[in-house]
């Protein structure tokens, strides 16, 4: 090395460490004011009784929806297991109600080593910022493809909901990797527990190729939220699930 290169990598420094996504996580929950991203009524009364009366519509619906489609659930978990090999369940890591992290579960859709496969693949995403969407992923199986159209591979996520990690109403729960990623304001996604369905899942899903629009769809959510907002976004969601629209 010439003198004036050593002088140049003296000056520079070493490179800075690479921070884990998870490391990363830790340190945008420690450090966000959440309560900055919620609507100036947050702090009122009416807010919080309704949020109580959220979660109690929460547990009777999502109870239900298990009990009732039990048969549904059994006959998708035979298919996904007699169809290629691998789990039935797969174990979706990501992130609720303040970056918590949580382990929810959907039927299986890909192949087995789908998240090994994915590096190799992200110079193909379709979705502008941090989410990874492909419409023709060679890495779903042919059943998966027919249980993604009609979200029924989504169903399991319903125990999520009884247990409280999620509701069945509220914005889209990222992975460390992506949240690491959003841009601040972004983050603000995780102010409230994040749901199944909401703005984004009804109005075309997938369609929407732009994550910032996505992600102001879920801060418009929740500066907008009442519960006739989440009743209204769950009668639209049936019609929505129904014609597979930007499904994949």
Not at 105 to 122: G, H, N, P, S
Not at 142 to 152: A, M, V
């Amino acid at each position: 090395m010439s003198t004036s290169a050593r002088e140049l990598a003296a000056t520079v420094g070493p490179p800075p460490a690479v921070v884990a996504p998870e490391e990363r996580v830790r340190q945008l929950r420690e450090e966000i004011d959440w309560a900055a991203y919620l609507p100036p009524r947050a702090v009122d009364w009416r807010w919080r009784a309704g949020q109580a009366v959220k979660r109690v519509l929460d547990v009777l619906l999502a109870g239900t929806g298990l009990v009732v489609l039990s048969p549904a659930l059994a006959v998708t978990a035979v298919l996904v297991k007699a169809t290629s090999p691998g789990p039935v369940l797969y174990p979706w890591r990501v992130l609720g109600h303040r970056a918590r992290p949580f382990v929810g579960y959907k039927f299986r859709t890909m192949v087995e080593d789908a998240d090994q496969q994915k590096a190799r693949m992200l110079h193909r995403n379709e979705m502008s910022g941090p989410v990874f969407k492909l419409r023709d992923d060679p890495r779903i199986t042919p059943l998966g493809r027919f249980l993604r159209r009609y979200s029924l591979d989504e169903l399991p996520q319903l125990w999520s909901v009884l247990v409280g990690d999620m509701s069945l109403v509220g914005p889209r729960p990222p992975s460390a990797e992506e949240f690491a990623a959003f841009a601040p304001w972004q983050c603000g996604k995780l102010a409230v527990v994040p749901g199944i369905t909401c703005i984004w899942q009804v109005n075309g899903r997938s369609e929407i190729s732009d994550f910032d629009r996505w992600a102001r769809l879920d801060m418009d959510y929740i500066q907008n939220w009442s519960l006739a907002l989440d009743l209204r976004l769950l009668a639209a969601t049936l019609p929505a699930v129904v014609s597979a629209r930007g499904a994949y």
